[in-house]
């Protein structure tokens, strides 16, 4: 059973402010390792990018704001032009992501999805990565139905799949590898906090598929992609 009731050591607005930001600055590598990104760039995110005009991305949730890095080297690699919104409700979130070297297109600001549906934003991509275990199920519908709203072209969430295969694996192979920070303790507790693909599907709304990716992870896609 889904455990939303655990509380995440880095939500707590009193935790260690340098265990915090060792978390931050350690995320690029654990994501590197479980979440998949680049295979997700490849494969739903690139076919959706214009050579011919600059392309607009919206990540939500952007922690300490190493994944939209990597999508805008990414895409700068292959020759597109890709501005990048990135948010986070958490102010330290935002001052760790703003304090790292800039990356050209690439702009943090405290926010949260409902502010820019009331600015009337849209986006060409809209993404996220950890989100939706943080959520609950009525928070999870609002929020997409804001990227509904915000988007012009793709959605795609990526979280991780609850499962106990999954927690034995992070607990013996990934948390010993990260010290000084909240990655180990807080990364049990997100998954068993997060979605199975079962309880992801009777979630969705219309419109919404969920999509498994090795090893244990989940993409909750809406919009024009041929790989549902």
Known sequence: MRESHLAERMDDPHCDLGELNRTYAQFGTVNGLVAGWRRVYRQDLRPHLSASRPNTLLDIGCGGGDVPRALARWAARDGF???????????????????????SGLHFRRAMSGDLVREGQRFDLVTSNHLLHHLTGSELRALLGDCEALSAGLVVHSDLQRSPLAYLGFRVGVAPLFRGSFIGEDGLRSIRRSFTTAELRKLAPPGWTVRTLVPFRNLLIYGASDRD
């Open 81 to 103: 032009t890709l501005r990048i919104t990135a948010i986070d409700a958490d102010a330290r979130a935002i001052a760790f992501a703003q304090a790292q070297p800039p990356v």
